[in-house]
């Protein structure tokens, strides 16, 4: 969160999400005597906030986000209110929960569950709530745009428990799996084997959808994670299998089909491959429960530049060469759009937004178009006159 | 681990199990002198090295251990040697690995696959092995006493990618889980769900003999562990939710079987119950991986009281009122010797120590016998004459 | 220190003093879109940095000072150059020293000793430094205004081994006390006992004066500070002894001149006081080395409001009666000046600020005139519209 | 303190001194069986206690102590008792203080004026006395030895506030430093300085003798001990002053005299001459007030070895010119004796523990004369048969 003292009075700001014209903005208001004390795009938001002619803070907060391009999701608080706003296109997710009297904004449903509150509904796409002493206003004060929820949090970004749109999203990572399973069954497999913790959902849908059994061939490590003494580097080195261990026994002579929700750099799935070789597997499948990867997130997940990005340079089957798999092959664009229970991707104009697999981005990269570059953000690199 | 100087030189030891003559021991070497600067049994082991009249740093263990009764796996290191020895009913486990030209001494297999090394056997019940620079050398220095290995750290205690016996204790969940299903099926169930982390390869066992979908009903929160904010009271009185959280859209409506390893207090097992019908659950059966648990162990596993373990007091049927589901039942006794891979249980001769669901104690309680408090191990709190 | 990015590049500021309309060109900046993030006038000096129409780096922070009212010494720092610049009152001290080729900026002459670097001089009051790799320049760019270094770092805020207007801190407060040993001498005193640390050069210089011994009648625990054990309350209310213990011996039956450089509150007096009493001396004096504390200093020594000043409502009669002393006495104003190397106290344009005991104020308190409470400064503490 | 559980019931014990015979000790009991967690001569006297024969506790440590030689006071406490004891030569300190209903014992009297206690009396040589409900009861179970109280304490270890048989201890450092001008003046001194914090009383003994004026013409840096920033090398390297800082005007130009207590190995003395001279002083005359420090304590303080003591190679006048100083002379061995209240030293049996200057050791020093090398002391080191 970010904390200010403003023209508008006291403001703390948390935000889910990426702008896309944050550098230009910022260039803007340090040039009009803006001070920036962080690198982060929130301060950007507070200031447009502080600078607005309007009068009433919704109006203020309008006014700034009216002049940001990108995708958000916002609650901001002052002494009297909270408020929580979406960006027009809804790309990153906001729920409305409620305790006792008291309603609770949240990127997620699982976080109404631990404080024991109820689900209310979502935040609609450039929806803007305010709620104060005299209860809980909506409007829609941005000029409306297509929908364009982010499915990627349908296959590793949400939490399994969440729902969102209405959609168990444990649920839509089990129909994943299962499309996967019908598009890239493998003949002859006797395992269907989940990348733990976020393969778990797809995996067991690909094995009920294909009948293989599904078994815990690798067990993740929880102690590893837990302790507080600093593994050396020396014992890092040692490998992946500080995080994983392969279940030896269940794997030897097996043909194993292994699922995970997606490859980014491919290190990982190399390691994950040669520990189940190890074991003693005869064959090794990698099923992805996502197209591939080959574009940048820009939009607020956190993802490499697309030229480390495995699936930017390298098609599926070399893919398998790399990482030393029999095979390995992704569920398709269309067939994720099944899943999540369309009748197929409208390549006109998508349910989704989809642009790390698509490339196709729903919002403008302005910053990215006028090459300014992230680390230049800060002026504190930059020489004096 | 214990480090100290004595005159077999200086000693490290590091000790899985518990001694069941420690207070009589401890009583008799303070007569003598002896200082305790810890409540620890392995204080005593320690002494006993020290005071023998051997000359010989294995004989001087030897002569130690012949004194001491109860249930352990130590491995002793001195400047030049390392020495594993298992109690003569071996009812803890202790394992020999191979890295390069060295030795490993390990209480599990996996200890073995996080640092590379080669699984070599199991130590045998009752063996010493000496390690030095001339090599390994192998003893049985006590009398030969029947096999009594701990059936708990196939139900529980060990991790899953280990393997003891040369069994895979993953397998041997999986098929006690399916004798728990052959033994307690459960009419028109839709799902079967573990009770996370430890209950999962018994739900998938129980799963795939039973023909009844696996599902991850409840999601294990991985992010309060690794918190360093500690959670306040009032945090911690919202309950269980911290550690699960359900998952509500895939309970709703359905009969679910629950599969756990154990029941000790109960008190989880209500809240996980309570938790499952809040999202909606129409029955809730519980299914146990194990013989009701009516005994406290002495031989090294950290259980409660015998008046503290509900099965100690309450029939199943009791149990199924206090925790509030539609039914709960156990293995049997046989049935867990069967998955295990008995025809069934040797009643003169037990195969495993099983006494935590038996009572039938194989190694004499001789500090409980003279009703030595534990908690007066301590004579710190005892008044100077 | 305080950082932000600004129009005029990265700038880093070091602020000694205090602003006296802080609070006021805060509003009018925040009204104009500012964003505080802290409560430091500091942060007032950036912003009007930052806004400077002025192109030059140089020009822009005379631009923001020329706006600002109060007492300051600041070190500025960007990439290229640092600047160091005094108020035209030159109330708070800046030195100028020099390390092989590099110079430094420093309050105090101590802080060159420390890295073995030479004092080259006094930055003058209303004078503007700058070095870059051209080397030092110097500048006036204020309208010139009569001197009023702050009286109060000869008699305790300065370190004693520092000097200052080519004076040494030592012997000004050796001064001092021969000045209060001549306009205060107590007959019949035995011993001359400063309370340590900060009264004890005064002490010394009474001593010489009057011809009576100087002894640490008063020992401080160096200890306590050093401790990492925090003490508990109970302990604290042990009271003072913690600090400071008496030497009994010393003091039993003695007439003993207690040397102190201020009162406050008289809350540490008073302990003082009853130690010594305690002790067994016979008779307690108190001599303090400067006037009564009447009034607070606005320019940046924090000290209570005027109601919590002992001296404000008291007489020294009064404060004796109060603290339990047999007397209290203060030196003289005129006698301070004299002691300071000047003949006399010059009334109508005196030739240092000694606001907090005259109640002349040099420099206007705009923020207290317009009734300004420091503690609304944070706009957080206000509801939005 | 060392705690353990023993035949004896459970023991605290605190040591202030050293034994002399503790290496032979311990491998005599690490021979009979005895285990030792650490490398303390506090834990030889535990054993010892432990392994007594007889039955009632003081007995057992009267037992104990017999077998031990050395300097020690003790204090020990059992669930129901305490007891402090001295070495029949006294050799370290020991007092008896009264609060309300409770007895404290401690080492030195400055610790009753922290918690407000009462000081009763020293405890005497050989003495030992138990506390318990039934009240104080002393014994003197020892043979009688010569009281030989350490005459370091006077000169440098105990805290200034602290008396001692009956002598206040900053009444003995001034006379102390009375007899050091008496015996070692300065022609032409303009000041008498002392090197803070420990030579201040004797400097001011000094000044008052020779009528010349004490200084602070070196300034201690209390802001660096305290700090949490570890300093680096780099300014570690930038030497003494990060402790001490010259008063330059002060001293510019004078003839200084210099107070310290003692000269151990000179590598301050020499920085603090250094210093003085930097500052401008014309003579630099160095007054220890103890006579020179030619040889190890054995009995509880801790000093380097004999061949890293300046003085136990060097004349005053080599010291002086190792330090760079114009003069360097020592109070004489019978003029400390004279400061201390005695008519001089009797040679035949000394007043005083003075083994470090005069090199006559009062106890037998068992190990360093069968060659014990402390370092050797933990068996830990040496191999196993």
Tied chains: 1, 2, 3, 4.
Excluded: W
């Excluded at 020396?234 to 030896?248: A, D, E, Q, Y």
């Amino acid at each position: 969160p970010f904390f200010a003292d403003t023209n508008a009075g006291g403001i703390g700001v948390a935000h889910n999400g990426n702008l896309t014209n944050a550098y230009g903005l910022r260039q803007d208001l340090v040039k009009s005597g803006a001070l920036f004390q962080s690198t982060s795009d929130t301060e950007v938001i507070v200031h447009l906030i502080a600078r607005s002619k309007e009068e009433k803070f919704e109006a203020r907060v309008v006014d700034a986000l009216k002049q940001v391009e990108g995708a958000y999701s916002l609650v901001l608080m002052t002494r009297k209110k909270i408020m929580g706003v979406r960006d027009p296109h809804g790309v990153r997710p906001l729920i409305l929960g409620k305790l006792n009297d008291g309603y609770i904004l949240a990127s997620e449903s699982c976080a109404l569950d631990i404080v024991g509150a109820e689900y209310v509904r979502d935040i609609q796409p450039g929806e803007l709530i305010t709620i104060d002493e005299k209860g809980m206003r909506s409007s829609f004060p941005f000029a409306k745009k297509p929908s364009r929820f982010c499915i990627f949090e349908y296959i590793y970004f949400a939490r399994p428990d969440s729902f969102m749109e209405d959609k168990s999203i444990y649920e839509m990572r089990k129909e994943i799996g299962a499309e996967l399973a019908r598009e890239n069954p493998v003949e002859g497999a006797d395992l269907i084997v989940p990348v733990p913790d976020s393969g778990v959902p797809a995996a067991i849908g690909y094995a009920q959808e294909s009948g293989v059994p599904f078994e815990l061939g690798i067990i993740r490590n929880h102690y590893v994670g837990r302790t507080f003494i600093e593994p050396t580097d020396k014992i890092r080195n040692l490998g992946v299998k500080l995080k994983h261990n392969s279940n030896r026994k269940l794997l030897a002579g097996k043909n194993v089909v292994l699922v995970d929700d997606s490859i980014v750099r491919g290190t990982t799935s190399k390691k994950i491959v040669e520990m189940v070789r190890d074991a003693g597997a005869k064959e090794v499948h990698m099923r992805i429960s996502s197209p591939p990867s080959k574009h940048s997130c820009f939009y607020g997940i956190d993802t490499p530049e697309d030229s480390e990005l495995l699936a930017h340079n390298h098609s599926p089957e070399e893919i398998a060469d790399i990482i030393k798999a029999d095979s390995v092959s992704y569920i398709s664009l269309d067939g994720l759009y099944r899943a999540v229970g369309q009748a197929r991707r409208n390549s006109d104009d998508p349910q989704y937004c989809d642009a790390c697999f698509s490339g196709e981005y729903p919002i403008f990269l302005t910053d990215r178009e006028e090459k300014h570059d992230k680390m230049k953000i800060s002026r504190l690199k930059e020489a004096s006159k």
